[in-house]
C-alpha cells in the first residue's frame, strides 16, 4: 500500500515513523515534509494547502491512504476534496473539523450536548468583548475563535491583560482572521491533559493520555507556544476521572457530530482541564497533538497503518481489540529556536544528531536539508528528542541526556517536561 503524509512538523515526522513500521506500507510519501521525514520516505514540494498539487501526487503515486497532519488543511476540506475523488483520508471533513477551526462552534455543540466545559461568552465586537471583561473584574481566558496556531489563547493574569488580549485579537488582528471573533471563557484551575481518540463516526479507541507543556519557559511561565514538549502516561489522573473523560466527553463529542450529520473519521482530541469538580474541556482538536503525537506513536505496540485505514474506511471496530500500548513511560523535549515563539533566525547548522542513542528518536519539525547535505533549522520548533523506558524518571534522564549531544545556535529548551507526572493533583 502506497501512502501519503500531509504536512511538515514533528508530528508528520512520528507518524511517518511509525508507519515505515509497517509491513503493509510499500511507498511513503510526505508532502512537503522536512530533513527527519526524509528518511522515512519520499518528499515531496507540495504544501500542505495545494489540494489540487496533493491530488495529483496521489495519482502520480497511486497513493492508496492519505493522512493528514495538521489542522490548516482540514478545516479546508482537504479531507472533502480527496473524498469527491474517491481517495480514502485518515482525517474529517470540513464540517465536523469545526470542532477546533471554531471555538464558537465548540462551546455551542458543548452546550447543546451537556459536553462539560468552562462557562464562557463569543463575542464579534471589541467593544462589547472588554465591557464584559470589565463587568466580570476578574481574570479570564481570552482565546481567538479561529486557528491561530496554538497561539491564539492568553490565560490572563489580570482584566488589563485580558483587555489587551482582546485588542490583539480584533483590532490589531494579531491572528488575522482568526482573531475576528474571540471566546471569552472563565479561568479554570487544575491540571491538563489531552485526552487522544481513534473515531470513524461511531467507534471511539481511545489513545492513552498525555500532557502537553505549552509555555515557553521553565516552571510554566513565558507566553503560550505550539507545545514545548509531552509526556505520557500522567501517573497523577485517576481511573475514575479517566472514564468520566471518556464517556462524557470524548464520546459524547462524537456522537454530538455524527447525530448533527458530521460524522467525525480520524482523531479527535480534547484538552482537559481536570477541576475539583470533575474534568472540562478546554479545546477540541480535530488531529494528533504536536507534541503529544510524539510521545503516543511510540508507545503503540501495533501496526498503525491498520488503524488508520480502518478509520479512512468506517471499519475500526474491526481491529480496536487488536490494537495495544506498552506500559512504558514516554517524555519528549521540544528543541526550540532562540526567541521563539517570538522572533528568531533560522539556517544555522544542526550538529549531533548522529550521537543520539539508536532508541532516542528524534522528530524533526522545523529543518531542512541544503544542498550539501547539512540539516538546519528552519522553524521555531526545530526538533523532538524522545525517549521511553519503564519509568518516567528513567525516560526524562535518557532524554536530556541524549539532548546534551545536539546543538544549534540559540537552541533553547525547558528542563522539567514531565517533572510533575506524578504529583498527585491538589484537591
Known amino acids: 500500500m502506497n501512502v501519503l503524509v500531509v504536512g511538515s512538523g514533528a508530528r508528520e515526522h512520528a507518524l511517518a515513523w511509525k508507519l515505515r513500521q509497517s509491513p503493509r506500507v510499500d511507498d511513503l510519501?510526505?508532502?512537503?515534509?522536512?530533513?527527519?521525514?526524509?528518511?522515512?520516505?519520499?518528499?515531496?514540494?507540495?504544501?500542505?494547502?495545494?489540494?489540487?498539487?496533493?491530488?495529483?501526487?496521489?495519482?502520480?503515486?497511486?497513493?492508496?491512504?492519505?493522512?493528514?497532519?495538521?489542522?490548516?488543511?482540514?478545516?479546508?476540506?482537504?479531507?472533502?476534496?480527496?473524498?469527491?475523488?474517491?481517495?480514502?483520508?485518515?482525517?474529517p471533513g470540513r464540517e465536523a473539523a469545526r470542532i477546533e477551526a471554531s471555538k464558537a462552534y465548540a462551546k455551542d455543540l458543548a452546550a447543546r450536548y451537556a459536553i462539560p466545559t468552562a462557562e464562557s461568552r463569543t463575542f464579534t465586537n471589541a467593544a462589547a468583548a472588554r465591557d464584559y471583561v470589565r463587568g466580570l473584574g476578574r481574570p479570564v481566558v481570552v482565546k481567538a475563535s479561529g486557528l491561530a496556531a496554538g497561539k491564539g489563547v492568553t490565560v490572563a493574569e489580570s482584566v488589563e491583560e485580558a483587555v489587551r488580549?482582546?485588542?490583539?485579537?480584533?483590532?490589531?488582528?494579531?491572528?488575522?482572521?482568526?482573531?475576528?471573533?474571540?471566546?471569552?471563557?472563565?479561568?479554570?484551575?487544575?491540571?491538563?491533559?489531552?485526552?487522544?481518540?481513534?473515531?470513524?463516526?461511531?467507534t471511539v479507541l481511545h489513545l492513552p493520555f498525555s500532557c502537553d507543556h505549552k509555555r515557553a519557559l521553565d516552571g510554566d511561565r513565558g507566553p503560550n507556544t505550539g507545545g514545548m514538549?509531552?509526556?505520557?502516561?500522567?501517573?497523577?489522573?485517576?481511573?475514575?476521572?479517566?472514564?468520566?473523560?471518556?464517556?462524557?466527553?470524548?464520546?459524547?463529542?462524537?456522537?454530538?457530530?455524527?447525530?448533527?450529520?458530521?460524522?467525525?473519521?480520524?482523531?479527535?482530541y480534547p484538552g482537559i482541564m481536570v477541576t475539583d469538580d470533575g474534568p472540562r474541556v478546554i479545546e477540541f482538536n480535530c488531529r494528533f497533538g504536536d507534541p503529544e503525537a510524539q510521545v503516543l506513536l511510540p508507545r503503540l505496540k501495533g501496526d498503525l497503518l491498520e488503524v488508520l485505514w480502518a478509520v479512512a474506511n468506517s471499519r475500526l471496530h474491526e481491529v480496536e481489540d487488536s490494537v495495544d500500548w506498552?506500559?512504558?513511560?514516554?517524555?519528549?523535549?521540544?528543541?526550540?529556536?532562540?526567541?521563539?515563539?517570538?522572533?528568531?533566525?533560522?539556517?544555522?547548522?544542526?550538529?549531533?544528531?548522529?550521537?543520539?542513542?539508536?532508541?532516542?528518536?528524534?522528530?524533526?519539525?522545523?529543518?531542512?536539508?541544503?544542498?550539501?547535505?547539512?540539516?538546519?533549522?528552519?522553524?521555531?520548533?526545530?526538533?523532538?528528542?524522545?525517549?521511553?523506558?519503564?519509568?518516567?524518571?528513567?525516560?526524562?534522564?535518557r532524554a536530556y541526556r541524549n539532548i546534551q549531544r545536539i546543538q544549534f545556535q540559540g537552541m533553547h529548551y525547558r528542563r522539567d517536561i514531565g517533572a510533575t507526572a506524578a504529583e498527585p493533583l491538589p484537591f
Open 29 to 91: 510519501f510526505i508532502a512537503p515534509g522536512n530533513a527527519g521525514t526524509a528518511r522515512e520516505g519520499v518528499n515531496l514540494p507540495v504544501a500542505a494547502s495545494d489540494f489540487e498539487g496533493i491530488s495529483r501526487a496521489v495519482r502520480e503515486h497511486r497513493v492508496d491512504l492519505v493522512v493528514v497532519g495538521p489542522e490548516d488543511p482540514l478545516a479546508a476540506g482537504l479531507a472533502d476534496h480527496l473524498a469527491e475523488r474517491g481517495v480514502p483520508c485518515f482525517g
Open 165 to 202: 488580549a482582546i485588542d490583539r485579537c480584533m483590532v490589531e488582528r494579531e491572528f488575522g482572521d482568526a482573531g475576528r471573533e474571540v471566546v471569552v471563557e472563565e479561568r479554570l484551575e487544575g491540571r491538563e491533559t489531552s485526552a487522544h481518540a481513534f473515531t470513524d463516526g461511531q
Open 229 to 268: 514538549g509531552a509526556y505520557s502516561p500522567p501517573h497523577w489522573l485517576g481511573d475514575s476521572v479517566a472514564e468520566q473523560i471518556r464517556k462524557q466527553i470524548t464520546e459524547r463529542a462524537v456522537r454530538a457530530l455524527f447525530d448533527e450529520g458530521h460524522p467525525f473519521r480520524g482523531l479527535l
Open 326 to 397: 506498552t506500559p512504558d513511560a514516554c517524555v519528549g523535549v521540544v528543541l526550540a529556536s532562540g526567541g521563539y515563539p517570538g522572533r528568531y533566525e533560522t539556517g544555522f547548522p544542526i550538529l549531533g544528531l548522529e550521537s543520539v542513542d539508536p532508541d532516542v528518536q528524534v522528530f524533526h519539525a522545523g529543518t531542512r536539508l541544503t544542498e550539501d547535505g547539512t540539516v538546519v533549522t528552519a522553524g521555531g520548533r526545530v526538533l523532538t528528542v524522545v525517549a521511553t523506558a519503564p519509568t518516567m524518571d528513567e525516560a526524562r534522564e
